[in-house]
């Protein structure tokens, strides 16, 4: 019985990743031009803010052109509106090395359906498509009837307690949204109760360190709310302010931008991420 229930799940599992689409989008230019304008950016990054979920497998980005202007011209334009919307995915925090394809195609055919105005037709034939395909799912499989000793990691607020100078405490469980410095509920909850921490543990000074991942060479990343290029900066100062309002004394706490220089390696998310420096502790130095 058991046996047949895993191959029920495993064969809705298979079903599952085969129904799996890719997520598409389309970046529409001006004529002769390869920046990117201010709609369409702003088109771009809604839809970018959808793939905070998603297990992306593979980015791929093609240019294209009008039939105006001659094949070499043409190449070279819709390559640069590639790059373009490739640099626009680098600085909102999205890795490079999900993008497996960056390609200008040159001039698109003029056709598109139920569509007669010329104009119109070169109109949308301007546009760079983004194709995002998700992992498909792990299949399920049977687990072993082992039973695995657990060891218990340290959680942040055993760390706060026990923490001496020059102790760093990565918040792991606080999570930021892609592209801005706030953070979701559910980290709320527990950046509460690691201010709750910090406000009995009166001994200790430090410095909260922000970080982002992704963006191209140490570059900080961009925050959508003010469209400034200090999110790490602005993140470490978010969980400031939340320490101020919970009663950590300022007096205590400084803040700082680390951009991205040093990322902690495997999946991304990890790297949006703040921390904890102690740089005092007690009367002594």
């Known amino acids: 019985m058991n046996k047949l229930l895993v191959l029920i799940l495993i064969a809705l599992n298979s079903v599952f990743a085969f129904s799996q689409k890719e997520l598409t989008h389309e970046v529409y230019f001006e004529t002769d031009k390869y920046d990117v304008p201010n709609t369409e950016e702003n088109r771009l990054l809604l839809f970018i803010s959808t793939l905070t979920d998603v297990d992306i497998e593979s980015i791929s980005i093609f240019g294209f052109c009008d039939d105006i202007g001659a094949d070499t011209y043409n190449l070279k334009l819709s390559q640069h509106r590639a790059d373009a919307i490739k640099a626009i995915f680098s600085n909102n925090e999205i890795s490079e090395g999900l993008i497996s394809n960056v390609d200008g195609k040159g001039e698109i055919l003029l056709k598109i359906v139920e569509e007669k105005n010329l104009l119109k037709i070169r109109g949308l034939n301007r546009k760079v498509e983004i194709i995002v395909k998700p992992k498909a799912p792990e299949p399920i499989k049977e687990a072993p009837a082992v039973e695995i000793p657990v060891t218990k990691e340290k959680g942040v607020i055993d760390l706060i307690k026990e923490g001496a100078k020059g102790d760093k405490i990565v918040f792991k469980d606080i999570l930021f949204k892609t592209g801005y410095a ?30 982002v991942c992704c963006t191209q060479m140490t570059r900080d990343a961009v925050d959508r709310k003010t469209k400034k290029r200090n999110l790490s900066e602005a993140r470490a100062k978010y969980v400031y302010d ?26 991304p998310k990890f790297d949006r991420r703040v921390e904890i420096l102690i740089t005092y502790v007690g009367g002594a130095n």
């Open 182 to 211: 706030t953070v979701t509920p559910e980290s709320k909850k527990i950046l509460t109760n690691i201010a709750k921490a910090l406000v009995e543990r009166k001994d200790i000074y430090f410095t909260i360190q922000g970080h």
């Open 242 to 267: 939340y320490f101020v309002k919970k009663g950590v004394n300022k007096k205590r706490m400084r803040h700082l931008g680390l951009r991205r220089k040093f990322p902690l390696g495997g999946d």
